[in-house]
């Protein structure tokens, strides 16, 4: 069983940073590839990025390409998500995932494993 535990959500004012966290338990974490998502009140949740396995190959949505940053350090089984520049928009509950598959790396049917997901709030 792999358990994903995401932190460091918040309150931020439009222009600010957060730092976000997913530390992950259970079965080898260089098994799985890793993703964020994200789900604003009244929406479908949407892909935000992802990382490869073991070769540092990162996926970025359009929406925040040049803004986000994915990182994740296989010493410590965790993946970061850097957000600067954050707008109103990006307000959603973010949750990391894993999945085992190669491929269909912005389809969240491909992932196997959710964290309970933490709230980022960027006020206007």
């Known amino acids: 069983q792999v358990q994903l535990v995401e932190s460091g959500g918040g309150l931020v004012q439009t222009g600010g940073s957060l730092r976000l966290s997913c530390s992950v338990t259970?079965?080898?974490?260089?098994?799985?590839?890793m993703g964020w998502f994200r789900q604003a009140p009244g929406k479908e949740r949407e892909f935000v990025g992802a990382t490869s396995r073991i070769v540092t190959t990162y996926y970025y949505a359009n929406s925040v390409k040049g803004r986000f940053t994915i990182s994740r350090d296989n010493n410590k089984n965790t993946v970061y998500l850097q957000m600067n520049s954050l707008k109103p928009e990006d307000t959603a509950v973010y949750y990391c995932?894993?999945?085992?598959?190669?491929?269909?790396?912005?389809?969240?049917?491909?992932?196997?494993?959710w964290g309970q997901g933490t709230q980022v709030t960027v006020s206007s």
């Open positions: 259970g079965r080898s974490f260089t098994n799985y590839d």
């Open positions: 995932a894993a999945k085992r598959q190669l491929g269909s790396t912005g389809s969240e049917n491909a992932y196997d494993y």
